[in-house]
């Protein structure tokens, strides 16, 4: 796949491409998880998976010691 097929397959500008390819650091993260799953790089391998998952159980052991009230305020928007 060219440059510019990857950069039309992931909705951004070629010279957006450049700037994750430099890893410019003003590249939004998603662009990047974008970019990096359409040519099949997997950015977390299965220990980044096994990480995550254990993270995620250590907020939700910590949000069972929250009241019931607060728990119910802390929503959280982890879609990108």
């Known amino acids: 796949m060219t440059a ?3 950069a039309g397959r992931a909705g951004i500008s070629r010279r957006t491409l ?3 390819e430099r890893g ?3 590249c939004e993260i ?11 790089i997997n950015l977390f391998g299965d ?5 995550i998952s254990r993270n ?3 907020v ?3 949000l069972a010691l929250l009241p019931r009230l607060v728990r119910s305020m802390v929503k959280v928007n ?3």
């Open 60 to 62: 939700d052991d910590k």
């Open 4 to 6: 510019e097929e990857l």
């Open 30 to 40: 998603g662009l990047v998880f974008e970019v990096s799953n359409l040519i099949g």
């Open 47 to 51: 220990e980044g998976k096994a990480n």
């Open 18 to 20: 450049q700037k994750i």
């Open 56 to 58: 995620i159980s250590r």
């Open 24 to 26: 410019d650091p003003k």
């Open 78 to 80: 982890d879609d990108f």
